[in-house]
C-alpha cells in the first residue's frame, strides 16, 4: 500500500505543478487533510455499509466549491476504488512533498512549562539556520518533561530536557558500577 500511496501522491504532485498552483494545492491538501482526519468522518468513509453514492455526496457537498477538480476527482476515485483508506495517508504524502518543494518543515517544541516568545524565536532561528528551511512551529506543555524541552522535526528528536539527562546519567553511574541507583 505504500507504493500505492506515493504513486498517487506523486500523480497529484505533478498535477499541481503542471497547474502552476503548488502552493494553492498545499493549502487545499491541507484543508481536505484535516477535514477527512476527524474519527468521525472516517468511520463514516470505512464504514461497510454507507454507500459510494453517500461517500460521493460528501466530497461533493464540502469540497466541490474548495479545491481544485484534479483533487475532487481523487477523493471520488478513491471511493470508485475501494481505497478510502488511502486518502488520508495519500494527501499527507502529498502535503510533505510540497512543503518540501516549498522549503517548509513543521516542529513540534515539547516543554515543561509554556516557552516565551523570546525563546520561541531562538529556537526557530537556530532551527532555521541548521536547516535552511522555513518552519511551522507547533507548541505543546507536558509537565512530564520535568525541564527543559525536546523538538521533533522531519523524524528527528533533539532532546535537551532534564528529564533525558536524568535518565542518561542514571545509565551512566550504572555502567560504570557505581552503588545501586534507583
Given at each position: 500500500m505504500a507504493k500505492l500511496r506515493e504513486r498517487y501522491a506523486q500523480a497529484l504532485y505533478d498535477l499541481s505543478i503542471e497547474n502552476d498552483n503548488i502552493k494553492k494545492t498545499l493549502r487545499e491538501a491541507t484543508l481536505v487533510n484535516n477535514a477527512l482526519n476527524e474519527e468521525e468522518v472516517q468511520f463514516f468513509l470505512l464504514h461497510p455499509h454507507v454507500s459510494d453514492s453517500e461517500k460521493h455526496q460528501l466530497f461533493e457537498?464540502?469540497?466541490?466549491?474548495?479545491?481544485?477538480?484534479?483533487?475532487?476527482?481523487?477523493?471520488?476515485?478513491?471511493?470508485?476504488?475501494?481505497?478510502?483508506?488511502?486518502?488520508?495517508?495519500?494527501?499527507?504524502?502529498?502535503?510533505?512533498?510540497?512543503k518540501r518543494q516549498l522549503n517548509q518543515t513543521e516542529a513540534t517544541v515539547v516543554s515543561a512549562k509554556e516557552l516565551t516568545e523570546k525563546q520561541v524565536e531562538a529556537i526557530r532561528?537556530?532551527?532555521?539556520?541548521?536547516?535552511?528551511?522555513?518552519?511551522?512551529?507547533?507548541?505543546?506543555?507536558?509537565?512530564?518533561?520535568?525541564?527543559?524541552?525536546?523538538?521533533?522535526?522531519?523524524?528527528?528528536?533533539?532532546?535537551g530536557t532534564v528529564r533525558t539527562q536524568l535518565i542518561k546519567m542514571k545509565e551512566k553511574l550504572k555502567r560504570e558500577g557505581v552503588a545501586h541507583v534507583s
Open positions: 457537498s464540502t469540497f466541490s466549491e474548495h479545491i481544485e477538480s484534479f483533487l475532487l476527482n481523487f477523493l471520488h476515485l478513491m471511493i470508485d476504488k475501494n481505497r478510502e483508506g488511502l486518502i488520508i495517508p495519500t494527501l499527507t504524502e502529498l502535503i510533505t512533498r510540497i532561528e537556530l532551527l532555521t539556520k541548521k536547516t535552511q528551511m522555513d518552519i511551522e512551529f507547533h507548541l505543546k506543555v507536558d509537565p512530564d518533561v520535568i525541564g527543559g524541552f525536546y523538538i521533533l522535526i522531519d523524524g528527528f528528536v533533539f532532546d
